[in-house]
């Protein structure tokens, strides 16, 4: 069974804890993911027999969807080259990976603290099958697992003791079904577009794939990255007076947030089609200083539970109307002082933010900056 022969079959084990239940770890030490890839084995050798042809190789760490469902599959990409490396007939073709000194053994098998608290941990599993047997083996799992795919009495008991945790579930799925479980969770969320973009970026990474978010934002996700249509310009199109134009747009930057804040964590970048790739805030600039106006200075527009929605550096002049540069999106409030930072030292301004107490809209409902000084 030389390396290059064996085709990976992505499993997990899904653990659903009971409300308000955290495992008291994320990662096990290598003992004790010897003696949950034993256990493993046990349950799904009992479910589909042929598995015993394939090596099972568990890793020994709690995640969340998210970190699973990126971009290359990292998690099982690590999971499947450790397994590789490990000579056949080893702990009779059951391997598993654990924490020595407190690391596992690589990277991407850590955790992150910032998933640890969802109500389902995900246990990576891979089965590595002779090419002559996979296709068969995979059909089988998929079949059995959606049916039958329980975890037994003896893991679910040895994980509620380890992990020091009640379990509602244990059960193994495919990866298939994995992908399954999240588009529904995104759909219920009203995210299904999020899901198209993501479901692309996973399984068919090559291709182009082009949606509309529920308040009718733009998104496309090309060559690995999203790019979303800018609230300013998907503001152009709406209809409606001032006041409801501008509860719209701070509808459509919500909206906004919450993609930026999955794509984050799935790993996919996020930039505007018109604009550059974002790094905690979204940037789209117009223009340059023209000599004609005043100074250039920074506004911000500001929404009810919202707060700073855009950053508009305008120049104030002559006819009424201000002429604006750049408008920036800050993603989560913490990325406002970087961006303002940003804007103040691209355009040599002084980074007083005037807040304006509202979204300002001009005479166009287009999003603007004064015409006049505010005092």
Known sequence: ???????????????????GDTPSHRTLSRDEAAELAALVAED???????????????????????????????????????????????????????????????????????????PM????????????????????????????????????????????????????????????????QYEHVNLAPLWTLLEAALLTPYREESTMSARGLALRYHDGKVEAQSPADWLRSQPGELSQRAHDFAGAVFELRQYAALLDAHHL??????????????????GTTDSAYDAPALYAHEAPGLGV???????????GRARVLAHGYPLHPKALGPL??????????????????????DA????????????
């Not at 970048?269 to 117009?286: H, I, K, R, V, W």
């Not at 929605?309 to 006819?319: E, S």
Request: with cysteine; net charge negative; proline share 6%.
């Open 269 to 286: 970048p996020l930039m505007l089609s018109n604009g550059e790739p974002a790094s905690g805030y979204l940037l789209e600039t117009f």
């Open 121 to 184: 941990r995900l246990l990576p599993i891979s089965l590595l099958a002779p090419e002559a047997l996979a296709e068969s083996l995979s059909e089988k799992l998929e079949v059995e697992l959606v049916g039958r795919g329980e975890a037994g009495t003896r893991t679910a008991d040895w994980l509620m003791r380890t992990l020091g945790v009640r379990l509602e579930h244990a059960r193994y799925l495919s990866r298939n079904d994995l992908l399954a479980l999240t588009c529904v």
């Open 309 to 319: 929605v855009a950053v508009t550096l305008a120049q104030r002049g002559d006819g």
């Open 340 to 361: 303002v930072t940003e804007l103040a030292a691209r355009h040599g301004v002084s980074a007083d933010l005037h807040a304006l107490g509202c979204i300002l809209l």
């Open 1 to 19: 069974m030389e390396a290059q022969t064996l085709v990976a079959l992505p499993v997990v084990l899904a653990l659903e804890l009971s409300a």
């Open 364 to 375: 166009d409902g287009q999003l603007g900056a004064p015409a006049q000084a505010l005092h």
């Open 44 to 118: 799904l050798h009992a479910l589909v027999p042929q598995v015993a042809e394939a090596r099972l190789a568990v890793a020994g760490a709690l995640f969340d969807a998210v970190e699973l469902l990126r971009p290359g599959f990292p998690v099982w990409a690590t999971l499947d080259e450790l397994a590789r490396r490990v000579p056949r007939g080893h702990l009779e073709n059951v391997v598993a990976f654990g924490t020595h000194e407190g690391h596992m053994p690589a990277q991407p098998l850590e955790p992150e603290a910032a998933f640890a608290d969802g």
